[in-house]
Nanobody, 129 residues
Framework: QVQLTQSGGGSVQAGGSLRLSCKAS?????????MGWFRQAPGQEREGVAV???????VYSDSVKGRFTISRDNAENTLYLQMNDLNPEDTAMYYC??????????????????????WGQGTQVTVSS
């Protein structure tokens, strides 16, 4: 089994910053896996935010490019999302996810993570204007 445990998030004013973390554990987890961040706002479909492969190559949605940074520490099995210059449109439940690298990370992002089998519990990010 694989567990993804998220931390971070919370409430911030527009222009502020937050950092999300996601620690992977379990016998089957492998540092070669793709990992990513996804979000879902009320009444909207889940969308990809950023995805990273084992070598550190990453892709971002256009809405967060230049403001968010995804990174991973393979020695600690931990994924991060640094979110800067937040705006109210970033308000959503954020989820980390991971799985074996069957698809290009651009497709994983585009498909909203539906190809990833392991998910964190979610963490709320609320940005007020």
């Amino acid at each position: 089994q694989v567990q993804l445990t998220q931390s971070g998030g919370g409430s911030v004013q527009a222009g502020g910053s937050l950092r999300l973390s996601c620690k992977a554990s379990g016998y089957y987890y492998n540092a070669r896996w793709h990992m990513g961040w996804f979000r879902q706002a009320p009444g909207q479909e889940r969308e990809g935010v950023a995805v990273i492969d084992s070598s550190g190559r990453s892709v971002y949605s256009d809405s967060v490019k230049g403001r968010f940074t995804i990174s991973r520490d393979n020695a600690e099995n931990t994924l991060y999302l640094q979110m800067n210059d937040l705006n109210p449109e970033d308000t959503a439940m954020y989820y980390c996810a991971a799985d074996t690298p069957h698809l290009a990370i651009s497709l994983v992002l585009e498909r909203g993570g539906r190809d990833l089998g392991y998910w964190g519990q979610g963490t709320q990010v609320t940005v007020s204007s």
